[in-house]
């Protein structure tokens, strides 16, 4: 199902490209970190998976997986460093072309997107394979989106070149979470703690709306009302909960070893 990238194999580091900064190694160790936890939780699929992040300081470099690793082999080590022409800058292999395209086109359309995590999550997905709003507003763990979601109702095949990497960009427009029918979910965030928070919590609340909707009985959705003020409530202190949510979910895997 994956394709591999037509580019620049090899690293091209600019001598000016300086990998070692406290910023960047974070960056390094969370992302990773994310990949590991979704691995740990079931949110991947085989390799074809990908996330990104902007490189600290830059507005043109981001760190992506490698093709070829599913994610529970993702390390701090062996993200790769990538332009917006497809040149891998540091780092051994290559993105995986779909990885690329999404995330290259999102991040130079969108610089408000210093995170994008797209998974085919089995819940959320679920959703993107039914007619109609695939996120209800239901449970509490839902209203956390509620105003942020956008919906691309035009599957149009794998992204493999810049202008379906541009479509899906312009689809996102100004939501948080983009849900792909007929294949999968993005999620943009300007942290990756609160694209893991994001990421995390979107499989929950998809998964606890199947679990209704497979009941057959009436469903009871939050006024709207009352759906805003609770979105209000919880994105108020969202950034540092999500901070919060992924120190604790790293001291897990430290633990484990």
Request: net charge negative; hydrophobic share 45%; charged share 20%.
């Amino acid at each position: 199902m994956a394709h591999t990238l037509t580019g620049n194999a090899r690293p091209v580091r600019p001598t000016s490209l300086d990998l070692d900064s406290e910023a960047i190694i974070t960056a390094r160790h969370e992302l990773a970190a994310c990949f590991q936890l979704a691995a740990l939780h079931g949110l991947e699929e085989g390799i074809c998976n990908h996330f990104s992040a902007m490189l600290p300081g830059r507005d043109d470099l981001f760190l992506v997986n490698p093709y070829g690793y599913a994610f529970a082999e993702v390390t701090a080590q062996n993200l790769l460093v990538c332009d917006f022409h497809g040149n891998v800058l540091d780092g051994d292999g290559q993105p995986e072309a779909t990885a690329f395209y999404i995330h290259a086109r999102l991040h130079k359309q969108q610089p408000r997107v210093r995170v994008a995590f797209h998974t085919h999550m089995p819940h959320a997905t679920a959703l993107c394979l039914l007619q109609g709003p695939p996120l209800l507003w239901l449970g509490q763990t839902a209203l956390k989106f509620y105003g942020r979601t956008a919906v691309d109702e035009h599957y149009n095949g794998l992204a493999l070149d810049d202008s379906e990497g541009d479509r899906i960009a312009s689809v996102l427009g100004d939501a948080d979470i983009l849900f792909l029918k007929n294949h999968g979910v993005i999620i943009a965030a300007p942290t990756i703690a609160e694209a893991w928070d994001d990421l995390y919590y979107l499989e929950r609340a998809a998964q606890v709306q199947l679990l209704a909707m497979a009941t057959q009985r009436a469903l009871k959705p939050v006024p709207a009302t009352i759906a805003q003020r609770a979105y209000e409530q919880m994105r108020e202190g969202d950034p540092e909960s999500a901070r919060a949510h992924l120190r604790s979910a790293m001291r897990r895997l430290s633990a484990q070893g």
